[in-house]
């Protein structure tokens, strides 16, 4: 009787067993669902900006040397043609003076020259005094000929004035290439004085542009926004020294990763986020610049990223918010955009190999339907092919119960529209 008693027990405790897992399967299983929406799916980046002055420039050096004063703090007001800071330019005054110098010894040199017009002077003298001994031995010479002709004068006589005539034109040829010479030396010697003039005069116009462009100068009026240099710093040229403008009037610039700038044009809005205590306050704005080359930008992990730097104009200023240059923000830029698409939440997008697939509920049972999806925004995911606008979807598509053809029941139905 004992054992009977047992194997009916153990009997009875099966039958139930199997009774339970029978209720069970027959038992709807929950899940959330929610509706494909109509609407419009947009996709954005959010990054970080900076608020800048629309006027605002930076001042670099266009010398070397050390900062002998620095006149301006940062917030300081300036007008255009202010002396911001200056830099020590003994060397180049030294070296001014010295050119100055060798500029007067040359000029001093030139008047000195009146020795190559004396020269020439001789020359002339020579030439002159040559050329008329020249048509002397020349007429006399024709003279002792016409009489030789006529045989009143001897041979003896007509080679001597022949001889004479000779002499006396070589005498003036030699005096003509010693006047040719001596205006040659002149020449040379002033195109030699003039050279060196101008290599002077041209080293000295030189420093003393370097000379003038070491008081360093405010280009307009505005304010000081950074100062960095101070008093007893070594400068080069092309170091960056101020940057200077106006709180009145600003803009944000930011910058987007460049594999996000497909879509991303001029003239497109976006919205500006304010971070003040207490809310975000959102301003919209257009894209009035896109610059034409990438930057390499580090990101706060340290990943070196292809940034394209961004210029926004705010269509207005935010209430209550003073502006400063500097100021962090955070910019929403759209970067896919599909109107009068249909839209599912992103949780109830599911990839198996490659394909993508949503759970929706037909008649009360699971069926699992491939889509073709497209933009893939911020909440909702653009399905081009495979879904209606009144199918029914399960938003908790990774149920391990959940199977193809299982009765379901709603246990929350979630309201979706289109973004």
Known sequence: MKKWGKKALIGVAIVIVVAAVAFSKMQPLEVETGAVTKGKVTATVVEKGKVVSGAMGDIFSEVQGKVKEVYVDEGAAVTKGKVLALVDTAEVEARIAQLEGELKAIKGME?????????????????????????????????????????????????????????????????????????????????????????????????????????????????????????????????????????????????????????????????????VPGQDLEVGGDITKIAPVTEERTSALGVIEDKVKVTVELKKYPPGIKLIPGMTVDVVLVTQEADNALGVPKEAVFTDRGDDFVWTVKDGRAVVVQVETGVEGDDLIEVKKGLDSDDELIMNPHMKELQEGVKVTELKHQTRVGV
Do not use: C, W
Request: proline share 1%.
């Open 111 to 275: 008047q000195v020259s009146p020795a190559d017009g004396n020269l020439i002077k001789q020359q002339l003298l020579a030439v002159e005094q040559n050329r008329v001994a020249y048509n002397q031995a020349k007429s006399n010479y024709e003279r002792i000929r016409n009489l030789y002709d006529q045989e009143a004068a001897t041979t003896v006589e007509l080679e001597r004035a022949q001889n004479e005539l000779e002499t006396t034109q070589k005498a003036l040829a030699q005096a003509e290439a010693a006047l040719a010479s001596a205006r040659q030396q002149s020449q040379g010697n002033k195109q030699q004085y003039q050279g060196q003039r101008e290599s002077i005069q041209a080293q000295l116009d030189h420093l003393r542009e370097q000379q003038a462009k070491a008081r360093i100068m405010a280009d307009r009026n505005g304010t000081i926004f950074v100062k960095k240099v101070k008093k007893g710093d070594f400068i080069s040229h092309g170091s960056f020294l101020f940057t200077l403008g106006t709180s009145g009037q600003v803009k944000i610039e930011t910058y987007v990763n460049s594999k996000d700038m497909a879509n991303i044009n001029p003239g497109d809005r976006v919205t500006v986020i304010f971070k």
